[in-house]
């Protein structure tokens, strides 16, 4: 084929791909109007903006069309995925349905930090009347508490418990709620300090989440349940799951979730730096999976020493647990030492039956993971 038919069919062809990209464009904003609409009608009657069966129906619906027609389904999923994503931030930008119109005002301790400033923000799109208290605002704590239907305690751990023990004067009905990471504390507190309705809650995100959509919130019993339910009823209006666990195993879980990652996390990114690791070389050489590792020890990096050292130092009985994890490391590492292979294959076979059908899962999970990991490699 003589070269300028090649380039005149070439040019063609790539004329039909930016014709068919731009009607998929003009599709997707169609789309993303409907979706709007949905969000806005959701929300007059207090419907959670995630439908998980849905969006299970639609993945399943589409994934057998995809393949009916010769198309890969995992890709189809993906974008669809991605779509529905944006759909859920474009449902997430308008206001929501208030669930207790009755309430009649909702304090924030806090609410100018980076987790306060969410809750206020969420609560005012709601339509409820915020107030916001910061350390300068205690010479007014008894007017500010005065007719507060919701006092919500959104300060850094090492400061909770003597901001909980300053809220004595609270009104009878008052909810009273903390939103640390830690919860036996701050619980036993509260119920001591305060005669009405007690919750504590966790909020399993960080301050840089776009909605709360497909977010859990982990709420630990205190006092008089049912005074408070509306209350996790307007968080799970908001998009958020709501996980119910006794306080003392929150925390046994969180030794585990947060507190030994975050310190095994710190100890690499430590080790990293005092072996003099060439971290643009790690970059450029590491696979999709190891980057992603690398970018989660970073992102730990690029956030405040303050907040980590309080989670980290916020229990005593943390330093058994990250003492054991260190003992069983030192254990793997002498079998590595002593060339003995067959006690590590042991061990491993072990750990993979414990896991079970979520080692399957979690491979299956980690595989789209790694590819979105890999399309942001530069």
């Not at 609560?123 to 350390?135: A, D, G, K, L, P």
């Not at 009823?233 to 879980?253: F, L, M, N, R, T």
């Not at 491979?363 to 990991?373: F, G, P, T």
């Amino acid at each position: 084929m003589e070269k300028h038919v090649f380039d005149e069919k070439l040019a063609g062809l790539r004329n039909e791909i930016d014709d068919i990209d731009s009607q998929l464009v003009n599709l997707l904003k169609k789309r993303r109007t409907v979706t709007t609409k949905v969000g806005a009608l959701k929300n007059e009657v207090g419907m959670p903006i995630y439908a998980p069966e849905r969006e299970e129906a639609l993945l399943t619906k589409r994934r057998q069309q995809a393949q009916e027609a010769g198309l890969n389904p995992d890709v189809i999923e993906d974008v669809l995925r991605r779509l529905m994503s944006d759909s859920y931030l474009s449902q997430d930008s308008s206001g929501y349905l208030c669930v207790n119109p009755d309430c009649k005002k909702i304090v924030v301790i806090g609410g100018k930090g980076q987790l306060g400033k969410i809750f206020v923000d969420l609560f005012t799109r709601s339509n409820y009347q915020v107030e916001i208290m910061e350390q300068e605002d205690w010479c007014n704590s008894e007017t500010i508490f005065t007719n507060a239907s919701v006092v919500i305690v959104a300060v850094p751990i090492r400061l909770t418990t003597t901001i909980i023990q300053r809220l004595n004067s609270l009104p009878d009905e008052c909810i009273l709620a903390d939103v640390t990471s830690i919860k036996e504390s701050p619980l036993y507190e509260m119920l001591k300090v305060h005669k009405g309705p007690v919750v504590g809650l966790h909020p399993m995100f960080g301050p840089d989440v776009a909605s709360l959509v497909k977010q859990t919130v982990i709420a630990c019993e205190g006092r008089q349940p049912d005074s408070y339910q509306w209350l996790l009823q307007q968080i799970e209006v908001w998009g958020a799951k709501i996980y119910p666990v006794d306080a003392s195993a929150h925390d046994q879980a969180m030794a585990m979730v947060q507190v030994m990652r975050h310190f095994s996390t710190i100890a690499y990114g430590y080790h990293l730096m005092t072996e003099g690791a060439d971290i643009a070389q790690l970059v450029e050489m590491s696979s999709p999976i190891y980057r992603l590792e690398l970018i989660m020890v970073g992102r730990l990096f690029a956030q405040s020493p303050v907040l980590y050292s309080d989670i980290i130092f916020s229990n005593a009985d943390n330093i058994h647990m990250m003492k054991r994890f260190a003992y069983r490391f030192l254990e793997l590492l002498e079998d590595v030492e002593m060339g003995d292979k067959d006690s590590f294959i042991d061990m491993f076979n072990q750990v993979s039956d414990w896991f079970g059908d979520y080692a399957g899962e979690f491979l299956k999970e980690s595989k789209s993971m790694l590819l979105k990991a890999n399309e942001l490699k530069k």
